[in-house]
């Protein structure tokens, strides 16, 4: 099994940084993933109710090839407005692709920021916000924030997530690989389903983890478990349900790969 990074986190591959902010109220978040310089990025959306904002520039074909951060933000469609507040801070540190160079005019920077958005607008107990959506200042605040080390858990884009009955929320893990590269990756869970066995409340994913990784689990019960049973799931919306994730090497790679 490959050994983890040091922090066990996305930002073990070299010029990644986390930042996150929070609307308690709202029960909300967002969280920005800074590359320090810009970097090779590509996306695969998939489900049947994707939000999204500048993914399209990340197709092989398109022109930009870099980007400068990436935004997974709460909020529905309302949290794809946390890039403006990433690209507002980026402008003013010069950061961007440049665009209109001319013999009398320097190039005009734009950050390539691309975003994706959970729905967790129905979470108990929240508050909708008066006014302007809270998620340009979240975005602003995220980035500015960014960091090796971040919190897990209720934070961030996970701060209203859900993943099947139980609270959702960010994970964060990272690999170093035989070859000598290092594998990061960060999830927002919002997910339908199941984390844990029906049966005796274990994780499904514990036998995959890293030593100390998560609690010491139930036993597995010796009775044979029923691959139907899905009492321990919500109920089903078809296309209801978004996770989206980040995933950074320091191996070289171009797009297509």
Known sequence: MAATGPRNLITDVAGILVGQAEDCDGITGTTVVLTEQPAVAAVDVRGGAPGSRETELLAPEALVD???????????????????????WLAEVGR?????????????????????????????????????????ALGRAAVIAAAKDFALGNAGAG?????????????????????GATVGAIVAV????????PDC??????????????????AIPETAFDPEDLS????VVPAANTTIAVVATDAALDKPG
């Open 159 to 179: 701060l209203g997530a859900a993943a099947g009955r139980l609270k959702g929320g960010m994970g964060s893990a990272s690999s170093r690989l035989a070859g």
């Open 232 to 235: 321990g799931c919500g109920a």
């Open 66 to 88: 870099r980007v400068d951060a990436v935004v997974l933000s709460g909020g529905s469609a309302f949290g794809l407005d946390a890039a403006a507040g990433v690209m507002d």
């Open 190 to 197: 919002n997910s339908w389903g199941a984390a844990v066995r």
């Open 201 to 218: 409340g274990r994780f499904w994913a514990a036998d995959l983890a890293q030593a100390s990784e998560i609690d010491p689990q139930p």
């Open 96 to 136: 961007g692709f440049a665009v209109g160079s001319t013999m009398r005019s320097a190039a005009v920077r734009v950050p390539i920021v691309p975003a994706a958005i959970p729905f967790e607008l129905a979470f108990p107990g929240r508050r909708t916000w008066i006014g302007e959506p809270p998620y340009r």
